[in-house]
């Protein structure tokens, strides 16, 4: 069966129900093992569109990922009233309608247990076997200061607990390169990270960087400290450079600045004129993906995660650099 349903052209074989998809959605662990292209395989990060335009254009770029064939695309969660309802609700059309793997973020942030537990049973509801367990930073400023939900968690340690008491989910959790903005050193930070994935995570998605220093040593601390833990996939998350105000203020919201090399290689591309040169910081950010991401697979990375902001074109001209025979076309964006 072949159906168009105004969000694109889905492929013919739609499954029937969302309680068929789950019966037979593969993992994220599943699906790296699995994965049958040439190299490495990838996967996208989506962000929760605003609005209608942002809607069209976010199943724009689905419909340009779904013809890459990417391990899993993951949709983040924003806590609050109709925004969750719509991550909620695109998520599981990302199961029901795509023949993507969706991962839906689930952020503890804002909500007591008993809302989280209903969020869980919404997304397996709708065919979503696959939960990045966060907890999420408070709203409004992310360096802020954190308050529990008084009827919720405090950690994503807890949270991972109770996805996987609450049936046959598969659960992921963040790391941290360079450790998170609230641990007081690497090693609360790596002691941390190994509790979440012994309360039964089975990889981690890392925050993104741009120094693929950080990532390795990240991997020989868990390693070091736990080895059967370290043994999981730590899939490093890249962000192609487009905009250097984009990535300035991504940067600013973890609390970091860019490296010193990069951001040289950045200004060097911005020119000196009153407006910064956009195409060559841009030619130069995919330029730099490029060169993290070939050695992030020399290094053996399980995956490269692509922080996308709901486009399609930047994410295939570093995958093209890499080799990877993508089609992505027509692109527009
Ligand atoms: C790949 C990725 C995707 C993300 N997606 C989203 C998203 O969709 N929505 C969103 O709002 N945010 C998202 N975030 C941001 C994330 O929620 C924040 O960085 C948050 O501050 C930390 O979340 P966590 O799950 O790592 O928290 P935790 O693992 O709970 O850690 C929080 C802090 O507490 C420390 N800690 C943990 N356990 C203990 C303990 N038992 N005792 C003492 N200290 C402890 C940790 O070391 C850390 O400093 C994402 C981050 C990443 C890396």
């Not at 049936?167 to 609360?188: E, M």
């Not at 190994?194 to 990240?218: C, N, P, W």
Request: glycine fraction near 8%; aromatic fraction near 6%.
């Amino acid at each position: 069966m072949d159906f168009d349903n105004g969000r694109g052209r889905s492929t013919p074989d739609r499954p029937a129900s969302a309680r068929q998809i789950v019966s037979r959605t593969p993992s994220v662990v599943q699906s790296l093992r699995t994965h049958s292209g040439s190299g490495v395989p990838f996967s996208v990060e989506f962000n929760p569109p605003r609005d209608a335009a942002g809607e069209a254009r976010l199943w724009r770029a689905v419909r340009q990922f779904e013809r890459m064939h990417p391990a899993f695309v993951s949709m983040t969660y924003g806590a609050g009233g109709s925004t969750s309802d719509r991550t909620v609700r695109i998520t599981g059309e990302l199961a029901t309608e795509t023949t993507l793997l969706p991962v839906a973020h689930l952020t503890a942030v804002g909500h007591s247990i008993a809302e989280l537990r209903s969020l869980v049973g919404s997304y397996a509801d709708s065919g979503i076997r696959n939960l990045l367990v966060l907890r999420g930073d408070p709203p409004g400023d992310p360096l802020g200061e954190w308050h529990k939900h008084p009827s919720g968690v405090e950690y994503a340690e807890e949270l991972v607990r109770i996805v996987r008491d609450l049936g046959d989910f598969h659960v992921g959790v963040a790391s941290f390169p360079q450790g998170h903005h609230r641990s007081p050193d690497l090693d609360h930070d790596t002691l941390h990270l190994a509790a979440k994935l012994r309360a039964g995570a089975e990889y981690s998605i890392t925050q993104m960087f741009f120094d693929v220093e950080h990532y390795l040593r990240l991997r020989d601390r868990v390693v070091a400290m736990d080895p059967i833990e370290g043994a999981k996939p730590i899939i490093p998350e890249l962000m192609p450079i487009t905009s250097l105000r984009t990535v300035q203020r991504a940067e600013e919201l973890c609390g970091r600045t860019l490296p010193k090399s990069v951001m040289t290689r950045l200004e060097k591309a911005a020119g000196t004129a009153p407006e910064e040169d956009r195409a060559a910081v841009r030619a130069e950010g995919i330029q730099i993906a490029t060169e993290m991401a070939q050695r992030l697979i020399d290094e053996g990375a399980p995956c490269l995660h692509f922080i996308t902001l709901n486009f399609a074109k930047a994410t295939s001209e570093v995958l093209t650099n890499l080799g990877y025979g993508v089609t992505a076309a027509p692109i527009s964006a």
